[in-house]
């Protein structure tokens, strides 16, 4: 339990610091180099690579050695097997859309840092009884949004824990939740988009890591 404690402590260190965390769908290794290329070039320092597809463990393990600067998650976790498959991949953190106390209780045993989904008060208590202070609000705005999240962290706040939303959240709203001071960040389900990448649209994928490097700088100096 300690391991796991300081393990999710040292990933929201670093998770809070950057505040932004880009949520990739990846169809094969050569887009997900490309994206972790743009996003090393552009300053915004970490990712989370979704086990949607099976690209998913070969980006991360080639990505963790070519770009050893970025902070690099897995995302959509569901099982025990992709849990490990992620963590000898390279990941440092990695998160789930739904609380699964399966899995939970093997990144405890691993000491993984390991934050499952949550959206309700039942959710989140399961899981801090089980040793999670960093947890996933999923799907953020079809949950209730920024309203709704705040609410669900009124009881809990003296706990110390930490949350990040993803799904919904755009950069429209990203300065919401991250005003938000149990957010150590935000999912960026809309950088990196699958469809940008399966038509070449760099180019916008680029400028839109750039608008979130200058949306975290604007909110650190107000």
């Not at 290329?37 to 998913?56: D, H, N, P, V």
């Not at 208590?125 to 089980?130: C, D, G, P, T, V």
């Not at 709203?173 to 957010?183: G, K, M, T």
């Amino acid at each position: 339990m300690e391991e796991f404690q300081r393990n999710a402590k040292a990933a929201l260190t670093r998770l809070s610091a950057i505040r932004i965390v880009p949520v990739l769908v990846l169809d094969n290794l050569e887009d997900g180099l490309r994206m972790c290329s743009i996003l090393q070039e552009k300053q915004l320092s970490a990712a989370e690579i979704t086990f949607r597809t099976e690209a998913a463990e070969s980006v991360i393990r080639a990505a963790a050695k070519e770009f050893p600067e970025l902070y690099l998650g897995a995302g959509t976790v569901l099982n025990v097997r992709d849990l490990h498959r992620a963590f000898d991949a390279g990941a440092k953190f990695a998160v789930a859309p739904g609380f699964n106390p399966t899995v939970v209780k093997e990144a405890v045993k691993c000491g993984f840092a390991f934050a499952p989904g949550v959206c309700t008060p039942s959710e989140a208590e399961q899981a801090m009884e089980l040793g999670c202070t960093f947890l996933k609000y999923f799907p953020a705005e079809a949950a209730g949004g920024v309203k709704f999240l705040k609410s669900l962290v009124a009881p809990y706040k003296h706990l110390g824990i930490r949350i990040m939303p993803t799904g919904g959240v755009t950069s429209a709203n990203a300065a919401d939740y991250l005003s938000i001071p149990e957010v150590a960040a935000v999912g960026g389900t809309w950088l990196g988009k699958t469809a940008d990448m399966r038509a070449g649209n760099w180019d916008a994928i680029a400028k839109s890591v750039e608008e979130a490097v200058a949306l975290v700088r604007s909110l650190a100096q107000a």
